[in-house]
T-cell receptor, first 112, second 112 residues
Framework: ETGVTQSPTHLIKTRGQQVTLRCSSQSGHNTVSWYQQALGQGPQFIFQYYREEENGRGNFPPRFSGLQFPNYSSELNVNALELDDSALYLC???????????FGDGTRLSIL | QQQVKQSPQSLIVQKGGISIINCAYENTAFDYFPWYQQFPGKGPALLIAIRPDVSEKKEGRFTISFNKSAKQFSLHIMDSQPGDSATYFCAASSTGANNLFFGTGTRLTVIP
């Protein structure tokens, strides 16, 4: 059983640029959630996708957007990057509902 | 506002000792309380979880104690080992909600 995989593992961007992060969910998992983990902090919920639709959103601005594809993989897009966007971005997949969320190893995004 | 408060921030325990990490919450709608273990450069891994219908859950050396009236829950690691050295996060969510609210993490160091 393949776990949650994320790409790329590391990324360096400059302020104002745009970035796309990718996530392949664990086999059979139809729900994908994205979290932002700042250094030394716990993950913070960005949004969740279920059946290709956004299914809940945390306190993040609209420049954070996402997609989910028919194979349940997902993308996180961030526009107009700011220095505070530097963080580890985590993807978690689950079977939805109250089922446990399983995390990938994240993408480390650095903004210069 | 931090939905889940976690303490201590860091913890040093001798090999063979008991590690105890505490969390508190305010939202009485929370009904799912997982603990995650995170190693450097890795994503959080689900360790153990509890629902409010029981006061304790044990899996191997890991035990969650839950006090519904006090709105507190804790993780006990028995016979702590150097391999347990990691950052531990408590989290909470409510039925039908899409997101986990994480604590700020506890960095555990087990000294040989």
């Amino acid at each position: 059983e393949t776990g949650v995989t994320q790409s790329p593992t590391h990324l360096i961007k400059t302020r104002g640029q745009q970035v796309t992060l990718r996530c392949s969910s664990q086999s059979g998992h139809n729900t994908v959630s994205w979290y932002q983990q700042a250094l030394g902090q716990g993950p913070q919920f960005i949004f969740q996708y279920y059946r290709e639709e956004e299914n809940g959103r945390g306190n993040f601005p609209p420049r954070f957007s996402g997609l989910q594809f028919p194979n349940y993989s997902s993308e996180l897009n961030v526009n107009a990057l700011e220095l505070d966007d530097s963080a580890l971005y985590l993807c978690a997949s689950s079977l939805g509902g109250d089922q446990p969320q399983h995390f990938g190893d994240g993408t480390r995004l650095s903004i210069l | 506002q931090q939905q889940v408060k976690q303490s201590p921030q860091s913890l040093i325990v001798q090999k063979g000792g008991i590690s105890i990490i505490n969390c508190a919450y305010e939202n009485t709608a929370f009904d799912y309380f997982p603990w995650y273990q995170q190693f450097p450069g890795k994503g959080p891994a689900l360790l153990i979880a509890i629902r409010p219908d029981v006061s304790e859950k044990k899996e191997g050396r890991f035990t969650i104690s839950f006090n519904k009236s006090a709105k507190q829950f804790s993780l006990h690691i028995m016979d702590s080992q150097p391999g347990d050295s990691a950052t531990y996060f408590c989290a909470a969510s409510s039925t039908g909600a899409n997101n986990l609210f994480f604590g700020t993490g506890t960095r555990l160091t087990v000294i040989p």
